[in-house]
């Protein structure tokens, strides 16, 4: 990636012209979409009912607890993230993120 990025600069510089480069850490990425805003973009993606359905049934009602010390705590809401090792996760984040940088293009 850094070799195709210092290709790119070099052209650019070559051709006089301006780069402009972002990069993003997706590192907890995962763990960031927010499931109200991910039924919105299903839908903005014209998914199939079905699908959305399917979705929302795995992603409704999730709770969770932590542990610290041996105790556990009371369940807790989980509004937030995708379900780890689902093989659906990196299809629902490539959807939110492909509606951010088109709402970032239009902008």
Request: aromatic share 10%; with cysteine; net charge negative.
């Amino acid at each position: 990636m850094i070799f195709a990025g210092r290709q790119l600069q070099e052209k650019c510089q070559e051709i006089r012209t301006h780069l402009y480069t972002t990069f993003v850490d997706l590192t907890k990425a995962f763990d960031t979409v927010n499931h109200d805003e991910l039924w919105k973009v299903i839908q903005k993606f014209c998914c199939p009912e079905r699908f959305m359905h399917m979705v929302r049934q795995l992603h409704d009602g999730m709770t969770a607890r932590v542990t610290d010390n041996g105790t556990v705590s009371e369940a807790f809401a989980v509004t937030n993230g995708v379900k780890q090792g689902c093989v659906l996760a990196p299809t629902l984040f490539s959807l939110m993120f492909s509606s951010m940088l088109m709402d970032a293009y239009l902008d």
